[in-house]
């Protein structure tokens, strides 16, 4: 489970200050200090932790919270609140056009989950009543163009594909056209990934993204990969620019350093995570609730 070694450290720490009654500055002082080596373990980037130990400190050690009757409990409030603002604080949606189809890149490292999110990000369209077309724009992989099509017919959303001797911008200008021809109201491109980002593929990201103008850049990262996940999510967004993130493979992440911290870092929000392998296992993503799961 997420947040599993967080969780019971911050429990633990919380618990003592609970028990105290009345709290001075050098409880809660030494409190954070507990919260900040947790945080760490947790994986969450050294400076998102030192901001977010300031931000808590700050509000804590004030008189409000030592003078009231439960201090333990107003600082567990604090935390739960920064916790969440940490993360982005209320639900981030996917922005539709006002002019169909909506156009979502979907970009990020080979093995993110790129394909299969946008499987399941077709299927949870399709449920909100959207009619979704895939686009397979990976033609390095020959395999992932026959893998969107299983994705595709599984889940009854259709996929417009040209084959691997096609450049991924003609194929991706050609699947809009496609998509606008039959109605589909939006169109999820799902693009080539390598193991590390290199020129090449920003380029040809950046090419995609100039000459189809898309709606959504959603980057795909896995959540496991922790301040791996985050660098590549910062890179992506000083070199390509990306409007969201799904985070996948959260069901298998034990820390949540990458939930943590992606926002702080690359100021974009996450949208949706991935919650297992088969096709229903995403979900919008919602701060408060996640937060919530840490504390318990
Ligand atoms: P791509 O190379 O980025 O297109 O990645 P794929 O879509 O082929 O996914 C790589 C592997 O990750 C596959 O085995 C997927 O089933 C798996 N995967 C994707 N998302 C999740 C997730 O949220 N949880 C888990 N456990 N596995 C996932």
Known sequence: MIFEGLSEKLQGTFKKLKGKGKLSEKDVKSAMREVKLALLEADVSYKVVKDFIKKVTER??????????????????????ELTNLMGNTQSKIMFSSKPPTIILLVGLQG??????GGKLGAQLKKLGKRPLLVACDVYRPAAIKQLHVVGEKLDIPVFSMGDKVSPVNIAKAGIEHGKKYGN?????????????????MDELKDIKS????HEIMLVVDAMTGQDAVNVADTF??????????????????RGG???????VTGKPIKYI?????????????????ASRILG
Do not use: C
């Not at 999820?188 to 020129?199: F, K, N, Q, V, W």
């Open 211 to 214: 000459e189809v103008r898309p």
């Open 274 to 290: 991935g919650m297992g392998e088969k096709l229903t296992d995403l979900e919008p993503f919602y701060p408060d609730r996640l």
């Open 237 to 254: 967004n000083s070199e390509l620019g990306i409007d969201g993130i799904i985070l996948t493979k959260l069901d298998g992440d034990t």
């Open 60 to 81: 804590a050690v004030g008189h409000e919270v030592l003078e009231s009757l439960t201090p333990g409990q107003q600082v567990i409030k604090i935390v739960n609140e």
């Open 185 to 201: 109201d939006v169109v999820i491109i799902d693009t080539a990934g390598r193991l590390h980002i290199d020129e090449r593929l």
């Open 112 to 117: 993110a989950g790129k394909t299969t999110t």
């Open 258 to 264: 990458a939930a943590l911290s992606v926002r702080a």
